[in-house]
């Protein structure tokens, strides 16, 4: 089963808003990962926040991490068009394997548009 | 090579026929995976190799499904006697230990 959800599943925003999506998990983790899809092809990596950090920065990227409550959220600020696509969560979890870069667990995605 | 190549990019076959499916990871990667995206729907786990470890095959939906890494490279993954159900994006992802990397996928359709 997979082992992130996302909330919200679709999000519509305009250019300059920023745009928030969460992820919950099941297990504990060893970290967690961020991907943006575009046309349901090729995943980008964005942004990856170990189990022992609470936040992470990238350009206009925020992640955040709260093991206790297992979830993590995704801000984009100041969103652009160029934003639109679908946005994962994977989690690599712990007490399958010793091995931190195992499988990825997929959410289900946050379907993100930002209109001009 | 830059980074993890998927071919074909496209495939159109008839059900009952078998398919293979090939993976370029990066040089030097140790672990492979492949996952497997229905339309609209987030990506299924279905299969790991790592270095020279018995590959988790853990996610493979049925015994159609197999998949071989030769010389800890190049990665094929087969699908004998299709369905319609496995018509999906399937999708290789190679790791150095310091992140993965996605290729662009193979769109399967099954008619």
């Known amino acids: 089963s997979q082992q992130g959800e996302e909330d919200p599943q679709a999000l519509s925003i305009q250019e300059g808003e920023n745009a928030t999506m969460n992820c919950s998990y099941k297990?504990?983790?060893?970290?967690l990962q961020w991907y943006r899809q575009n046309s349901g092809r090729g995943l980008v990596h964005l942004i990856l926040?170990?189990?022992?950090?609470r936040e992470k920065h990238s350009g206009r990227l925020r992640v955040t991490l709260d093991t206790s409550k297992k979830s993590s959220s995704l801000l984009i600020t100041a969103s652009r068009a160029a934003d639109t696509a679908s946005y994962f969560c994977?989690?690599?979890?712990?007490?399958?394997?010793?091995?931190?870069?195992?499988?990825?667990?997929f959410g289900a995605g946050t379907q993100v548009v930002v209109t001009p | 090579g830059a980074g993890v190549s998927q071919s074909p990019s496209n495939k159109v076959t008839e059900k009952g026929k078998d398919v293979e499916l090939r993976c370029d990871p990066i040089?030097?990667?140790?672990?492979l995976y492949w996952y497997r995206q229905s339309l609209g729907q987030g990506l299924e786990f279905l299969i790991y190799?790592?270095?020279?470890?018995?590959?988790?095959k853990s996610g493979l939906p049925s015994d159609r499904f197999s998949a071989e890494r030769t010389g800890g490279s190049v990665s094929t993954l087969t699908i004998q006697r299709t369905q319609q159900e496995d018509s999906a994006v399937y999708l290789c992802?190679?790791?150095?230990?310091?992140?993965?990397?996605f290729g662009s996928g193979t769109r399967l359709t099954v008619v």
């Open positions: 926040i170990r189990s022992n950090e």
């Open positions: 992802a190679s790791s150095g230990g310091n992140g993965y990397t």
């Open positions: 190799f790592q270095g020279n470890s018995a590959p988790d």
């Open positions: 994977a989690t690599v979890w712990t007490g399958m394997t010793t091995d931190s870069w195992g499988k990825l667990q």
């Open positions: 040089s030097g990667h140790t672990a």
């Open positions: 297990t504990s983790i060893n970290n």
